[in-house]
C-alpha cells in the first residue's frame, strides 16, 4: 500500500521478474535504462505491468488516496 504521493524507491531484482496489479488508486511506474533513458507508464484500477529481472524502477502513487 502507498500513500498518496509515496515512492517505492528505485530497486531492482538480481534473480527474479515482477509482475503488479494495482488493486485500487493509480500509480506511476518507471523503468530506467542505459544513459538518460527512462520508461514511464501510468498503471490504475484492475491493470497489471511487467518488470524485467534486472530492471532499476520505482513505483509511485499519484492519486489523492492510498493506491494497493
Known sequence: ILQPKAIR???WHANAD???YC????V??????TGNLKETFLVT????????SGTLHDVENVSEEASE
Open 18 to 20: 515482477e509482475l503488479g
Open 45 to 52: 484500477q484492475g491493470e497489471v505491468f511487467f518488470v524485467p
Open 9 to 11: 524507491e528505485p530497486h
Open 23 to 26: 488493486l485500487k488508486g493509480q
Open 28 to 33: 506511476l511506474v518507471s523503468l530506467y535504462g
